[in-house]
């Protein structure tokens, strides 16, 4: 038998948005995806959006929004923050009129294992009422360790 291969993806977590959140226009928003679909080691806050990684290593975060409501012609902006700084980020730029649009972003990161933090957050230029849709694959926020 041999040993030492493989290993677990862990700590990880996944997690959507289950009521439509309101966004305000021209301001960063973190996104709050309340309900988790797993979450191996209680890292992830559903109240805050925040995932606290306490095992040092590198993440691969993924993150997506489903943008609904008229927008006129603006920036939408997707990012995962890692402390107070902009990590991975995506940006694409919405049509008049369109409804219904989502953007993802992806990447990996470094955490300390003690006082990293990573959230989503969004910013819009696209006119009042712009929210990021519920439901599961909408609006998700997941992250994994890689390993090593």
Do not use: W
Request: hydrophobic residues 35%.
């Amino acid at each position: 038998t041999q040993t030492g291969f493989g290993g677990v993806n862990t700590p990880a977590f996944s997690a959507y948005v289950s009521s439509a959140q309101s966004l305000g226009n021209n301001v960063n928003t973190t996104i709050i995806c309340d309900t988790e679909l797993f979450d191996t080691n209680n890292m992830y806050d559903t109240s805050t959006g925040v995932f606290t990684p306490t095992v040092a290593g590198k993440y691969f975060l993924y993150a997506k929004i489903f943008y609904s409501g008229a927008q006129n012609e603006g920036i939408a902006d997707i990012y995962l923050q890692r402390n107070t700084t902009q990590g991975v980020s995506a940006f694409r730029l919405r049509p008049s009129g369109t409804s219904g649009q989502a953007i993802q972003v992806s990447g990996y990161s470094l955490a300390n294992g003690s006082t990293d933090t990573f959230s989503l957050q969004t910013y819009h230029a696209a006119g009042s009422g712009i929210t990021a849709e519920s439901g599961d694959g909408k609006t998700i926020f997941s992250a994994f360790k890689i390993i090593e």
